[in-house]
């Protein structure tokens, strides 16, 4: 072949092979009108006479190697290169390898897990065996994103085309009723698959076109929010909408028709909101490090949902936590709020907050009361009572007693900080 990096080799005619000259190089490939196979089975650069044929130094004729590389020897130490990019002398320094290395996450599809980061860790290798990098691995985390799909539509019987090609159809020749799906010009039932999107199926969706109605960070909080960053799943539309209504409850809890909302108050509110928000920051915080961004976001819901259910104002100083916490999934927002706060420099600055250890700690927790296998109630019971002291709440309940009618329990089960379960 033509393309890929020519080995810097050349066969003198007396059948030594010698290193081409380290000042000429790289060897660039030459420009050339055409690169068609030579008919020889040798690599197009074999008839291009000015370039293949050379005079060495001292005087002995000889030809290039026109033999290439493939495209990972030039494409699998990138990485190095970054490192090191205005370096004049040499791919990169071993200062600056020192400094970066290794790499501390790689995100990548797993079809690159046997070509190219194959490749890197063997060119890797080999640099640390001859003392060029410190460490013997280039990178210390990898995950595989998975894919997202779009919808295809097959008919039942299968049939293929011509050329051998299962028919589909785009999802602008059908359309649903009452679950199914239909060739609209035909009526002809077919059913719907997920798969890889691709032009030729017709199943992509342009981004532009949901950053024009939604915003830019609905988009970006939607590719986060659709389920496990490994897991591959289908593009949803409803689901673009409902991270947009978030985004307009997280507005909303600062802004008005009229603004500004004038009952935001200072600090950061009631016992019970800094609970929330401390429990936000310890949850938002951990499913970032362990890359589960979805669940992240999760957590953020829950925090809008119940920061203000209770009838308290919303308080500035929590805000102004919780825009931080959104930031990396809502940039453009983040910033409007910030700057709604009466922040004057952006957020990208800020320090991440810390959840204060002190506020995670529980006063009550959740009983939940089963009176012959079935759920009944719920209570709320102090987190240092004993087993003793939760059934007495328990049976003194007038719920459960009602659910009870003045039966005498036969057994009484009770699971710690879970449930209790009464047998009559």
Same mark, same amino acid.
């Given at each position: ?129 001859? !003392? ?18 779009? *919808? ?99 507005? *909303? ?37 362990? @890359? ?7 957590? @953020? @819901? ?24 959104? *930031? ?13 706060? !009466? ?82």
């Amino acid at each position: 072949r033509y393309w890929g990096e020519p080995f810097p080799l050349i066969h003198a005619e007396d059948g030594e092979i010698v290193l081409v000259p380290e000042a000429d190089l790289p060897v660039a490939l030459p420009e050339t009108d055409t690169y068609q196979p030579s008919g020889t089975g040798e690599s197009p650069l074999a008839v291009i006479e000015d370039w293949v044929n050379v005079t060495l130094p001292d005087g002995r004729k000889g030809r290039r190697e026109t033999n290439t590389m493939p495209q990972w020897a030039g494409s699998c130490w990138y990485y190095l290169r970054y490192l090191d990019p205005h370096n004049a002398e040499a791919p990169f320094s071993r200062e600056a390898a020192d400094y970066w290395l290794p790499v501390d996450l790689y995100l990548g599809g797993d079809e690159h897990a046997v070509l190219h980061l194959l490749y890197a860790r063997f060119w890797h290798k080999v640099l640390f065996d001859l !003392g060029y990098v410190g460490t013997q691995e280039p990178f210390r985390r990898l995950i595989h994103q998975g894919l997202i799909l779009g *919808a295809t539509y097959l008919p039942r019987d299968k049939r293929r085309n011509e050329e051998g090609e299962v028919v589909f159809f785009m999802p602008g020749d059908v359309e649903e009723a009452d679950g199914q799906w239909t060739v609209r010009a035909t009526g002809e039932p077919v059913d719907e698959q997920w798969e890889k999107m691709s032009k030729s199926r017709g199943n992509v969706v342009n981004p532009d076109d949901v950053v024009e109605r939604y915003g830019a960070d609905t988009l970006r909080l939607y590719e986060m929010f659709m389920g496990p960053l490994e897991h591959s799943a289908p593009w949803q539309p409803e689901g673009v909408g409902g991270c947009f209504k978030f985004l307009k409850r997280v507005h *909303a809890l600062m802004f008005s028709d009229e603004g500004l909302r004038q009952d935001l108050v200072d600090g950061q509110g009631s016992a019970r909101q800094r609970k929330l928000l401390h429990r936000t920051i310890q949850e938002v915080t951990e499913r970032i490090e362990r @890359m589960q961004f979805n669940t992240a976001i999760s957590s @953020m @819901m829950v925090f809008t949902r119940d920061l203000v259910g209770k009838g308290e104002p919303p308080p500035k100083g929590t805000l102004r936590c919780f825009t931080l916490l959104l *930031a990396p999934f809502a940039p453009h927002l983040a910033e409007e709020l910030w700057a709604a706060l !009466g922040n004057p420099n952006t957020l990208a600055r800020e320090p991440w907050p810390e959840a204060d250890e002190s506020m995670l700690v529980e006063d009550t927790w959740t009983c939940v009361v089963q009176i012959r296998g079935k759920r009944r109630a719920e209570l709320q019971v102090p987190a240092n009572a004993s087993k003793d002291e939760v059934v007495a709440l328990v049976m003194g309940d007038t719920t459960v007693q009602r659910h009870v009618g003045g039966r005498e329990p036969r057994r009484v089960i009770y699971v710690p900080n879970r449930l209790v379960n009464i047998v009559v």
